[in-house]
């Protein structure tokens, strides 16, 4: 129990500190980064005024990928992880009315899903609306599905499975199921005592491609590149890198470090897999990548948080950024753990 507590407490930690961190890079590229913050970002900092998503927000606040990834904590520790599509749909709309994350935050698909869902519509549909390609194959269920990895310590298959249901109302895509499937099953694995960062790896690639056959099967197929096949690359280009920079700016290059989940999942894993592990070095390679670096921190400190434990990180950033937000990362951890052993 003792050291499970610390891989959970760890996890939702370093990735709520990586979200805080991303916060003000989010939408620059490298470049802009070092200009507008005078070097490589290790500190929190307050968003620029012109930034498009966090603009008003203050330094150590966290965004939409860990707020709702909290709620989402929440929501399993309180049903002993049975919930359900429509479970789902109701956090969405509770989130949807906390001004300080909605409108400003949600991204297209998310949008347009709480739109439809507000309005009544059947969540089992709305998930797999569309006939854009990018809809739905986006990295926002991703974002928030750490602690369905942490609920199934130890079980791909119900990791898998658990964060299907998460994507049936906003993202049932072979992509959007794939990239939820890959974080939640990197992060059940990271849990176990003995697993290596190459476990680790190995799980999230197993879950992108029973995510993905999953999506088909259930949602909708989307054209785009394997997410699994996209992994093993960013990792390959991690390893041979040298300096943080140019682990960067390699995967920015090959991979990408955008919104869609085939290239923020893929990123995660991969700055995960380079910092070996460690969850304040896995937040900075997220935060001075730009791009949607709040999003694939969250992700990627998740995997780390949960692999390294809370002794990893540096309790100063988390006592900072729990007091920006009136949050209490520690009692989450407890009840999520709680309702799992129980």
């Not at 989010?26 to 998503?53: D, N």
């Amino acid at each position: 129990m003792t050291d499970l507590l610390t891989r959970f407490r760890g996890s939702l930690a370093a990735a709520c500190v990586a979200d805080a961190l991303g916060a003000p890079t989010e939408e620059l590229s490298r470049r802009q980064i070092r200009a507008a913050f005078g070097g490589y970002v290790t500190e929190f900092h307050a968003p620029l005024p012109g930034a498009p998503y966090a603009h008003g927000r203050s330094a150590a606040q966290i965004t939409d990928d860990s707020s709702q990834m909290l709620m989402l904590s929440d929501l399993l520790a309180r049903t002993d992880g049975k919930i359900t599509a429509e479970s789902i749909t109701s956090m969405l709309i509770e989130w949807s009315g906390d001004e300080r994350y909605f409108p400003h935050f949600a991204g297209p698909t998310t949008r347009a899903a709480i739109d439809a869902l507000a309005g009544g519509a059947d969540p089992w549909d709305v998930g797999k609306a569309g006939s854009i390609m990018t809809q739905g194959a986006s990295n926002g269920a991703a974002m928030r599905i750490v602690p369905v990895g942490l609920f199934h310590h130890g079980d791909i298959d119900a990791a898998v499975e658990t964060a299907f249901i998460t994507c049936v109302p906003s993202h049932n895509t072979s992509l959007g199921v794939s990239g939820a499937a890959a974080i939640a099953a990197a992060v059940a694995v990271a849990c176990t005592d003995g697993a290596t960062v190459q476990d680790v790896v190995a799980a999230a690639k197993e879950g992108a491609e029973r995510g993905e056959e999953r999506g088909r099967k259930d949602g909708r197929d989307v054209p785009g590149p394997s997410i699994a096949r996209r992994i093993d690359r960013a990792v390959a280009l991690g390893a041979a890198s040298g300096s943080d920079d140019e682990i960067i700016a390699d995967i920015e290059a090959e991979i990408g470090v955008g919104l869609p989940a085939a290239e923020a999942v893929p990123a995660a894993v991969g700055f995960f897999a380079a910092a070996g592990g460690d969850p304040v070095r896995t937040a900075q390679l997220a935060a001075n990548a730009g791009g949607d670096s709040d999003t694939i921190g969250c992700m990627a400190a998740g995997i780390a948080g949960a692999h390294s434990g809370f002794e990893a990180l540096d309790e100063a950033l988390v006592d900072e950024v729990e007091k920006a937000n009136d949050i209490d990362i520690a009692a989450a951890a407890r009840l999520l753990l709680t309702a799992a052993e129980r």
